[in-house]
């Protein structure tokens, strides 16, 4: 990884922070993606005391805002017209029905949308290195319970219909369908894979959740994997060799490829989702 440019989206903290600080063991140069710059910075600080890696830029992206994704890729595209990997990191729980700044239900379109926007508007400089790009989803055991309903991408049934682990679940779906046609329509210039990194103990089931919700992922997460071991399957598609030509396949925690749901292996769906997040960002997709 010496000398690779790898840009991680929500790398602040949790499993992005120690799979920043694992590839900048690895001589990676850093491009670290974060909503709250200050906490961006701190990490990169962090990373830098931890590892001797002093090779990280901190830049603003608030995935729940399609502008602010558009305009760090105009700004990535602009200082570095070859990225090496993109890691789509950030991701986010809520049990209640909240929107974007798009008016998109939260959870679909910070988990999948704004990472749809991003990595396509990257696409030139993703497509630039020699070995070609390596695009990392990180996915979800959950999208076996997912389900995409067209009909309620933007909260349409109201907040009384809206059931948190269901939209959850639909935007990790996402998540695996996204990879599946990324990787079926690139199929020369990049790879594209998506993982389950485990159940984690991070901060992830405090920041959108009620106080109940909250409280029980307290108790548990003491329980939970490491965010260090969390981060083991997003290293390994980052840096091993052995993954170089591998494309459109989703990962288990312990680095094993596994069958995905139903769902997940439907190409018709994953065309047509493809076609409904690209009309969603349509305007974005632009100068």
């Known amino acids: 990884m010496q000398g690779k440019i790898v840009l991680i989206t929500g790398a602040n903290d949790g499993i992005g922070l120690h799979t920043a600080q694992r590839l900048a063991e690895k001589g990676a140069q850093l491009i670290l993606a974060c909503r709250d710059e200050r906490k961006g910075h701190n990490a990169a600080t962090l990373i830098s005391q931890r590892t001797g890696n002093s090779k990280s830029l901190v830049i603003p992206l608030d995935l729940a805002n399609l502008q602010s994704v558009q305009a760090a890729a105009e700004f990535l ?73 067209f009909e309620n991408l933007s909260g349409e049934k109201g907040s009384k219909a809206y059931d948190g682990m269901q939209a959850y679940a639909q935007s990790k779906l996402a998540n695996v369908l996204f990879t599946k046609e990324l990787a079926r329509r690139y199929p020369e210039d990049l790879t594209a894979n998506c993982l389950h990194p485990g159940v984690v103990g991070t901060h992830f089931g405090n920041k959108h959740t009620n106080f109940l919700t909250s409280a029980i992922w307290n108790l548990y997460r003491p329980f939970a994997r490491k965010p260090y071991r969390g981060a083991d399957t997003t290293v390994y598609l980052a840096a091993s060799p052995e993954v170089r030509d591998v494309s459109g396949r989703y990962f288990d925690q312990c680095q094993c490829v596994k069958r995905p749901s139903e769902a997940g292996r439907d190409e018709g769906l994953a065309r047509r989702l493809w076609e409904v997040s690209e009309r969603m960002v349509a305007p974005f997709l632009v100068g």
């Open 77 to 149: 595209l602009t200082e570095h017209p070859a990225i090496d990997v993109l890691i789509n990191n950030a991701g986010i729980f809520s049990n209640t029905l909240q929107l974007t700044d798009d008016h998109f239900e939260l959870q679909f379109g910070v988990n999948h949308l704004g990472h749809f926007l991003l990595t396509n508007l990257l696409l030139p400089a993703l497509r630039c290195p020699q070995e070609g790009g390596r695009v990392i989803n990180v996915s979800s055991a959950a999208h076996y319970h997912g389900k995409i309903d």
